[in-house]
C-alpha cells in the first residue's frame, strides 16, 4: 500500500506560479512511476505530468514548458512546479502512483491522493 498527500494548493492570478507537493509513504520505496493528473468540475480527469524511475519525464502538449515534475529521493516528494497559469488551470490536482508500470494517457496508476485546488482568477 502507498499513501499519498498532495499540499501546496490555493488562489494564483494569471500569469503566476505554483508548487505542489506529493509525500509518499508505506510501500513507498518500490514506487516505478508516479504523476499528477488535474480534474476541472464537469470534466474528465487528465494527465498532466509523469515521472518513471530512472527520471524519465512526460507532459502532454497543452503544459509542456509551463510544468515540471520533479522527484526528492530523499524525501520522497514528487513535485509539480507550474508556470505561466491561466484560468484553464483551475481544477483539482492529484498525486498518482504505481508500483510495477509506467503511468500513461491510457493508464493511471494504482494509488491516488485526496488532491489540492489549484484556482487561477483574479
Known amino acids: 500500500q502507498v499513501q499519498l498527500v498532495e499540499s501546496g494548493g490555493g488562489l494564483v492570478q494569471p500569469g503566476g506560479s505554483l508548487r505542489l507537493s506529493c509525500a509518499a509513504s508505506?510501500?513507498?520505496?518500490?514506487?516505478?512511476?508516479m504523476a499528477w493528473y488535474r480534474q476541472s468540475p464537469g470534466e474528465e480527469r487528465e494527465l498532466v505530468a509523469t515521472f518513471t524511475r530512472g527520471g524519465r519525464t512526460y507532459y502532454p502538449n497543452h503544459v509542456s514548458g509551463r510544468f515540471t515534475i520533479s522527484k526528492d529521493n530523499a524525501k520522497d516528494t514528487v513535485y509539480l512546479q507550474m508556470n505561466i497559469l491561466t484560468p484553464e488551470d483551475t481544477a483539482v490536482y492529484y498525486c498518482?502512483?504505481?508500483?510495477?508500470?509506467?503511468?500513461?494517457?491510457?493508464?493511471?496508476?494504482?494509488?491516488w491522493g485526496q488532491g489540492t485546488q489549484v484556482t487561477v482568477a483574479s
Open positions: 498518482n502512483a504505481d508500483l510495477r508500470q509506467p503511468i500513461t494517457p491510457d493508464r493511471p496508476g494504482t494509488y
Open positions: 508505506g510501500s513507498h520505496f518500490s514506487i516505478y512511476s
